[in-house]
């Protein structure tokens, strides 16, 4: 029997190319897009869901189960970035992201786990990032929303172990994706102490989103997560240096790790 699988944020980027990938692979599989109708030519299922509208969670995880009688995967993709001096960020803005990345996920595991202790089963994988690994300059309040889920992944992987259930990490570095259109960017302001520093990393992030690495390789990980019977807790996906740079913060001094990211990011200290 075919597994069911629902994917968040499955009308462009990472989440199409996996739910694609899967899709080839025989799985059936749902992904979700705030406005469906919208799409046309998709290469699998779209169904209606804003994972900052815990209705449309409910009814759309409902519909899936009576369509399918099933959910055996969730894979939580759906997510914004955010970029700013933490200093001339919008608090409400930080707000948001913190309601797409870290709260979003939280309901949509929230309404898949009754369905998975009735199947003694099921798999929930969050799309986490590299960058939830540190904290980076202008780009602070998204490191720390994919930093507080890694967390949250630990912490209710064991909660819900005893039921059958396995939830795991996979931390993407950067991807060509079009993530960047939908991040929300402080605006480099004139009169902002941060404006030349601002400037210059903004171009340097988008530099790394452009020529990043092509989504598949996620879709291949995530293949390669599912069919692994007890999933680790965490996982990385992307070229070495960016998965160096987790080692390297784990035995280096703190300051020294410190200096290594201001030269990359060419601030001066």
Do not use: W
């Not at 969730?74 to 970035?81: E, Q, S, V, Y």
């Not at 003694?120 to 490191?143: C, D, E, K």
Request: hydrophobic letters at 40%.
């Amino acid at each position: 029997m075919s597994k069911v699988v629902l994917i968040t944020g499955g009308s462009s980027g990472i989440g199409k190319s996996v739910g694609e990938f899967l899709t080839q692979k025989g799985f059936i599989v749902y992904g979700t897009s705030r406005n469906p109708a919208n799409i046309t030519n998709h290469p699998f299922r779209l169904i209606a869901l804003d994972v900052n509208n815990k209705e449309t969670i409910v009814k759309a995880v409902a519909e899936i189960i009576a369509a399918e009688g099933r959910i055996d995967i969730l894979i939580n993709n759906a997510g914004m970035g955010i970029t700013g001096a933490i200093e001339d960020t919008p608090t409400d803005e930080m707000r948001n992201v913190f309601e797409t990345n870290f709260f979003g996920v939280i309901e949509m595991m929230k309404a898949v786990l009754p369905q998975m202790r009735k199947q003694n089963s099921g798999l929930i994988i969050n799309v986490t990032s590299i960058a939830g690994y540190m904290g980076l300059p202008f780009r602070g309040i998204y490191s720390a929303t994919k930093g507080a889920l890694e967390i949250v992944t630990e912490a209710i992987r064991m909660e819900v172990k005893g039921f059958g259930i396995e939830v795991t990490n996979v931390a993407p570095g950067d991807f060509a994706t079009n993530i960047a259109s939908g991040r929300y960017h402080t605006p480099v302001f004139e009169n902002s102490p941060y404006k030349e520093n601002y400037q210059k990393n903004l171009d340097l992030m988008n530099v790394h989103v452009d020529s990043g690495s092509n989504p598949i390789q996620m879709a291949e990980a995530i293949f390669k997560i599912i069919n692994t019977p007890k999933p680790e807790i965490h996982y990385k996906v992307g070229d070495f240096m960016q998965k160096f740079s987790i080692a390297l913060k784990r035995i280096l001094p703190d300051k020294v790790y410190e200096k290594i990211l201001m030269k990359h990011f060419k601030l001066k200290s």
